[in-house]
Nanobody
Framework: QRQLVESGGGLVQPGGSLRLSCVAS????????MGWFRQAPGKEREGVSC???????NYADSSKGRVTISRDIAEKTVYLQIDNLKPEDTAYYYC????????????????????WGQGTQVTVSS
């Protein structure tokens, strides 16, 4: 059974940083594209970043410069580091996956992903 569990969210002051974690079970990260997405109240879910089986990374334009995606294959964990957090980063952050085989490409379109975690809340406020 494929499962994704996010953690690491919380209340952060503007300018602070967070590292979100997504632990995968039931599959190997080398054969899946992993993505991070977020959804703010009243808004559609949007892509933040993704990492392909080969390790190739991709970032949404709105995320470039403040976000870093990484992974630990042995630990089956994907991380999202967010720096210089802003109030507009407040949202529920989700991890997602889709099976691609060993791929070197990924995208941040949420419609392309099959498996989803329950999410973790990030609130940026002073």
């Amino acid at each position: 059974q494929r499962q994704l569990v996010e953690s690491g969210g919380g209340l952060v002051q503007p300018g602070g940083s967070l590292r979100l974690s997504c632990v995968a079970s039931g599959f190997s990260l080398q054969y899946y594209v992993m993505g991070w997405f977020r959804q703010a109240p009243g808004k559609e879910r949007e892509g933040v970043s993704c990492i392909a089986g080969s390790g190739t990374r991709n970032y949404a334009d709105s995320s470039k410069g403040r976000v870093t995606i990484s992974r630990d294959i042995a630990e089956k964990t994907v991380y999202l580091q967010i720096d210089n957090l802003k109030p507009e980063d407040t949202a529920y952050y989700y991890c997602a996956a889709r099976a691609t085989g060993y791929s070197s490409r990924c995208d941040v379109n949420p419609n392309d992903y099959t498996y989803w975690g329950q999410g973790t809340q990030v609130t940026v406020s002073s």
